[in-house]
């Protein structure tokens, strides 16, 4: 069973920055793309970044891309991301999970409780 747990949300001002952590199992980090998924409330998850297997290439969602930087530490199982000029449409809270390109992966079911970002104006 995929277990994965999030930290470092928030609350921040407008403009200012967060950075968000991701634990994993060393068999879950080390076989799939990993990414980031946000739900604000009344709102679906939608995809924020993905990273592969290698961390050299990543993706993201155009709302944050340019702000926002997803990164993998394999040797420490976890997964970052890099919020930076944060705006209140980035209110939401935050989850990991294994990736298929922009989608969560296929069979995955097991998520975090998340973590809330919470961006005042």
């Known amino acids: 069973q995929v277990q994965l747990r999030e930290s470092g949300g928030g609350s921040v001002q407008a403009g200012g920055s967060l950075r968000l952590s991701c634990t994993a199992s060393a068999r879950t980090f080390g076989s799939f793309a990993m990414g980031w998924f946000r739900q604000a409330p009344g709102r679906d998850r939608e995809f924020v970044a993905a990273v592969d297997l290698s961390g050299r290439n990543t993706a993201y969602d155009d709302s944050v891309k340019g702000r926002f930087t997803i990164s993998r530490d394999s040797p420490r199982n976890t997964l970052y991301l890099q919020m930076n000029s944060l705006k209140p449409e980035d209110t939401a809270v935050y989850y990991c999970?294994?990736?298929?390109?922009?989608?969560?992966?296929?069979?995955?079911?097991?998520w975090g409780q998340g973590t809330q970002v919470t961006v005042s104006s």
């Open positions: 999970a294994p990736t298929y390109g922009r989608a969560v992966r296929s069979g995955f079911s097991s």
